[in-house]
């Protein structure tokens, strides 16, 4: 398994986007490393309205305007966290949402913090996965280059990527910034 290095958060975000997925999370944590395959992206631009920066910095978004390559961790809905992949270069805010996963590592660990048996219901969700992986506000700024939060490249082919509108948001939820690998389709989230 290669880590991946800074440079592959600098390519334009989409592309990152698309070549993420296939890709393996993980997270170092008391229980041991837990990790899942990256499965469904969101893009998320600097100009675009549902990105958080878009309006400019706030505290909550200060992380995308930092390094490539950092982990952008927040708490939505008064419910559940979301973890973002920093693009681009310092002050230019974009972002990968990650929003599923196939749970590789951990498994065991993963179910008792979800609270579920079924393996499909780990990790189908932004908010699903981070719960069932232990990511929290404590990750936000994570360098995803370290040795706690990283993504690696483990050499296994990604397959067919499907492009589709976003979702779970309001705003340019039209643009087709949402992929997700095709022989994985019953794995990702649900409207």
């Known amino acids: 398994m290669v880590k991946l290095e800074r440079g592959f958060y600098l390519q334009d975000t989409i592309s990152a986007a698309q070549a993420v997925l296939g890709k393996v999370l993980a997270h170092s944590t008391e229980d041991g490393v837990l990790m899942g395959r990256i499965v469904e992206t969101e893009a998320y631009l600097s100009d675009d309205p549902a990105c958080h920066a878009s309006r400019g910095r706030t505290r909550r978004c200060e992380t995308m305007f930092g390094e490539p390559g950092r982990a952008y961790v927040y708490f939505t809905y008064g419910a559940h966290y979301c973890l973002n992949l920093v693009t681009q270069p310092v002050g230019v805010p974009e972002a990968v949402l990650v929003r599923a996963l ?80 095709k022989q994985w389709a019953d794995w990702v989230s649900r409207r």
Request: hydrophobic fraction near 35%; proline fraction near 8%.
């Open 102 to 181: 196939v749970p590789l590592k951990g498994i065991d660990s993963m179910k008792r913090r979800r609270g579920v048996e079924r393996e499909i219901d780990l990790c189908s969700g932004p908010g699903k996965l981070t719960q069932a992986l232990g990511i929290d506000a404590a990750l936000n700024g994570e360098d995803l280059t370290g040795n706690r939060l990283y993504v690696v490249d483990d050499g296994a082919p990604p397959g067919e990527v499907v492009v589709r509108p976003r979702i779970g948001i309001r705003e340019a939820a039209d643009r087709p910034w949402r992929f997700y690998l």
